[in-house]
Nanobody, 118 residues
Framework: QVQLVESGGGLVQPGGSLRLSCAAS????????MGWYRQPPGKQRELVAA???????NYADSVKGRFTISRDNAKNTVYLQMNSLKPEDTAVYYC????????????WGQGTQVTVSS
């Protein structure tokens, strides 16, 4: 049974920080590219940040310099450190894992709400 479980979301003031975690089970974690996506209210889901099996990262332009994605293969966990949060960062954030050797091996977490508001 494959599970991706996000945690760490919540309500934060503009300029504040949150760290999201995604704990994976049932997959060979080190062989998966991991990503964080978000879906603001009324908008499509978009890629926020990704990290491949070798540790290379990429980010959406809107979060560059503010967010950092990292992974701990020993803990089967991927993180998203979010600093200098803005109201437009408000969204449901989803964890995704994609097997590097099979594009159809693709899994999603249940999502965690991040709300940035004063």
């Amino acid at each position: 049974q494959v599970q991706l479980v996000e945690s760490g979301g919540g309500l934060v003031q503009p300029g504040g920080s949150l760290r999201l975690s995604c704990a994976a089970s049932g997959i060979r974690f080190s062989m998966y590219a991991m990503g964080w996506y978000r879906q603001p209210p009324g908008k499509q889901r978009e890629l926020v940040a990704a990290i491949n099996s070798g540790g290379s990262t990429n980010y959406a332009d809107s979060v560059k310099g503010r967010f950092t994605i990292s992974r701990d293969n020993a803990k089967n966990t991927v993180y998203l450190q979010m600093n200098s949060l803005k109201p437009e960062d408000t969204a449901v954030y989803y964890c995704n894992g994609k097997y590097t050797r099979n594009p159809f091996d693709d899994y999603w977490g249940q999502g965690t709400q991040v709300t940035v508001s004063s």
